[in-house]
């Protein structure tokens, strides 16, 4: 008996060691190998999938130093956690400002919380530890150009500082270089890599469309927003390059269902493309979109894709007149959904045995890239990813930084008017009914 219970005590004992060695083991590989899983749908306790392609693709090393007063911040430690694990060029380290007295007035840091990204003798300080500061800074010191985009003016077009804030701040994070010009007055400046004219109210004049001309001739890109409108000099440029617009505006019925709005239809038909290939599930929010077609027969000098679609249950209604009046019903005229209102076309220019590609995105719509609603679902993504598409700048088209509070609860309408109705109507009146049962049952019964 007393040695059955030795042998039990013996035996527990073997069992807890190895339980022991066991975690020990695990947790030595955890340290060397971080891995975490983020069960959010968008993902926002992690680095976004843009993030991860720029440090990814790294070939030089980068410090991330951190500037603290007493305590650690655990929030700011996963983050950087976030970014070693994924690229092995990235370390990081956390200093007391206090005590660290001289490495701190050698990059001039003067205030807690500073975080400074260095590679090689070039660095940065940001004052904020959120992703796109650091990602944006970790661009700078390790992006070799920077490419300049021109927005066009003079033609009642949206302003940067006005309606395109955000689209310009945006740009500025991805390490572009953003300006203005009048090509009447200015013509496009020689290092303009990508043309930008977002919402023109009026035509461009022959002169201007002939200095567009040349500088897509010549290996170009141009990135074009046009509503709905009459533009024949636009529209006859752009015929040059396979596209086609005309002067309709969509109708979406399913926008009606989701928005409210038949004129703000919601995009979720993407083909496949470099740009949109992340858009698995996404959604965009056009708002008083005109149809963009690619033509039947491309010349073999150009290719065309498709970017974007609304739902078969829209059309394109010829009769802007009918619109305004309130009268939108689909006839035979109007072209029936999904209709295209997105591409983009590439045309491959020969000069004697080399050659270069020229491109030009257009979209039916520049609503959509402003301050109001270039935040809404995957607007910011679409837009970006174009940019950095034309601008060949692969390793920045990817699904972005996403906050929690940047999620939107989309309801059809009658799932609307029941979140009113209950709540507000259904169960008051049933309360009321009960109660006065109760009250009633209790005066007979008593």
């Not at 002169?207 to 046009?226: P, T």
Request: hydrophobic share 40%; with cysteine.
């Amino acid at each position: 008996m007393v040695e059955k219970k030795f042998f039990y005590r013996i035996n527990a004992f073997l069992m807890v060691l190895i339980f022991l060695g066991i975690l020990i083991f695990i947790n030595l590989i955890s340290e060397k190998n971080y891995k975490r899983i983020d069960l959010t749908k968008n993902k926002i306790y992690s680095i976004s999938p843009q993030t991860k392609k720029i440090i990814k693709n790294l070939n030089c090393p980068v410090e991330i130093i951190a500037f603290y007063k007493e305590k650690i911040d655990e929030k700011t430690k996963e983050l950087f956690e976030q970014y070693r694990a994924n690229s092995k060029f990235i370390t990081y380290k956390f200093y007391d400002l206090d005590r660290e007295v001289l490495l701190a007035k050698r990059y001039g840091i003067t205030s807690y919380d500073t975080i400074l990204i260095k590679s090689g003798e070039n660095y940065e300080k940001i004052y904020t530890p959120e992703e796109k500061d650091i990602t944006g800074a970790i661009l700078k010191l390790t992006k070799k150009e920077k490419k300049k985009i021109y927005f066009t003016k003079g033609h009642g077009e949206k302003g940067l500082d006005e309606k395109l804030s955000n689209f310009k701040k945006y740009l500025e994070e991805e390490n572009y270089i953003v300006g203005e010009t009048f090509i009447l007055r200015e013509g496009i400046p020689d290092d303009c890599n990508i043309l930008v004219i977002c919402g023109p109210e009026v035509d461009f004049v022959d002169k201007e469309i002939d200095e567009i001309k040349k500088f897509v001739d010549n290996g170009k890109r141009i990135l074009l927003f046009i509503d709905t409108g009459n533009f024949p000099n636009i529209k006859n440029f752009l015929e040059l390059y396979g596209i086609e617009i005309d002067n309709d505006m969509i109708v979406d019925l399913a926008g009606k269902k989701f928005l409210g709005d038949p004129l703000t239809p919601l995009i979720i038909d993407f083909p496949y493309h470099e740009i949109t290939r992340d858009f698995s599930n996404s959604a965009c929010i056009f708002s008083s979109v005109r149809s963009v077609n690619l033509k039947g027969n491309l010349s073999s000098e150009i290719k065309g894709d498709i970017l974007a679609k609304t739902s078969s249950a829209s059309w394109a209604e010829k009769n802007i007149n009918e619109i305004e009046k309130g009268r939108v019903k689909y006839d035979e005229k109007d072209e029936k959904g999904p209709v295209s209102v997105a591409v983009l076309v590439k045309k491959e220019i020969k000069e004697g045995e080399s050659s270069k590609k020229s491109c030009i995105a257009v979209f039916g719509d520049s609503d959509f890239v402003t301050d109001k609603m270039i935040g809404f679902l995957h607007n910011k993504d679409f837009v970006m990813n174009t940019v950095n598409y034309l601008a060949e700048e692969d390793i920045l088209i990817s699904i972005r930084e996403k906050k929690e509070e940047n999620q939107f609860l989309i309801l059809s309408e009658r799932a609307g008017r029941f979140l009113f109705y209950f709540p507000v109507v259904i169960v008051p009146v049933l309360i009321i009914i009960l109660g006065s049962y109760i009250t009633i049952r209790r005066r007979i019964l008593y």
